[in-house]
């Protein structure tokens, strides 16, 4: 189990497939998988959005206790076509909070990103650091980039500081 990851309270809207985040289930989803992550002594794979992460830092803030208890975490970054993570001054202060978030709990060990979600890789590397990794990870068909060998490869051979995650729900929608 050393190496199994709980994942949180990403939420996905049923009929259009959208991502939202509503703060009640998010973190009743979120309290739940900290619990398991603990009682079976795994990893916790935690989801934020942009928009809501800023709107909800008090409360986030306030599982900073219970989140350091848990040996790794990996952060899943998520953002909303209207809002994506760019040079602007949200997305900015999204990564300043996010950075002191994350040394804060001192066990985040990587950040992964749908690259549909990015418009500015250089604002988004400012979170790797010398013990977590950057990451973009392969999405499905819906998604507007990240589903095609071409375009990952390009991205990984532009920003030599990424890595690559596979998710194994998306492998057969790579083109």
């Known amino acids: 189990m050393k190496n199994i990851f709980i994942r949180d309270a990403g939420i996905i809207k049923e009929k259009t497939n959208k991502k939202y985040f509503e703060k009640k ?32 830092l008090n409360i986030f803030n306030s599982y900073k206790p219970k989140l350091k ?19 602007d001054e949200k997305s900015i202060l999204f990564i300043k909070k996010l950075n002191k978030f994350s040394k804060d709990l001192a066990n985040v060990i990587g950040y992964c990103v749908h690259p549909d979600n990015v418009e500015s890789y250089e604002v988004v590397a400012k979170l790797k ?28 051979n532009k920003y030599k500081y990424l890595g690559l995650v596979l998710d194994t729900s998306h492998i057969k929608d790579i083109k």
């Open 25 to 56: 289930e998010f973190f009743f989803r979120l309290k739940n998988a900290i619990y398991l992550a603990r009682k079976f002594k795994i990893h916790l794979q935690l989801t934020i959005s942009k928009d809501f992460f800023l709107k909800h």
């Open 69 to 87: 208890k848990i040996k790794f975490i990996t952060v899943h970054l998520h953002a909303n076509y209207d809002s994506l993570i760019s040079n």
């Open 129 to 156: 650091n010398k013990k977590s990794y950057l990451a973009i990870e392969v999405t499905d068909l819906k998604s507007k980039s990240g589903n095609s060998f071409k375009q990952i490869n390009l991205l990984l």
